[in-house]
């Protein structure tokens, strides 16, 4: 489902669809990182587990007009965060390693 040049090259209904990570899933119960295949992005994490990141955990990056925002462009400061069993967060990971004790399902888009 990917496309050349980012989601600017999906219909308004495709774009839809892949930002609601209807281009697969993926589970992740092993605490060996999780790289999507090429084109794909990982969307959104719905924790199963408490889930805690590894600090190499890798978002796309993104720059803010603001630099006292309270936004990071990579995942390394999203290390040691944990996300509660049962919560989802969104964002547009390029890869996701967190500890070995966590169960979760990746969504693709």
Request: hydrophobic share 35%; with cysteine.
């Amino acid at each position: 489902m990917a496309k050349k040049g980012g989601i600017q090259g999906y219909t308004v209904q495709e774009a839809q669809n892949v930002s609601m990570g209807q281009a697969g899933v993926a589970y992740l119960s092993d605490g060996d990182p999780y790289t999507p295949p090429t084109g794909s992005v990982v969307v959104a994490i719905q924790a199963i587990d408490d889930c805690t990141f590894e600090t190499d955990t890798a978002s796309e990056s993104t720059n803010y007009a603001s630099p006292a925002a309270a936004h990071s462009s990579g995942g390394d400061a999203m290390g040691a965060l944990t996300i509660p069993s049962g919560v989802t967060i969104y964002g547009r990971f390029t890869s996701v390693h967190m500890t070995s004790s966590c169960k979760a399902i990746l969504y693709l888009g």
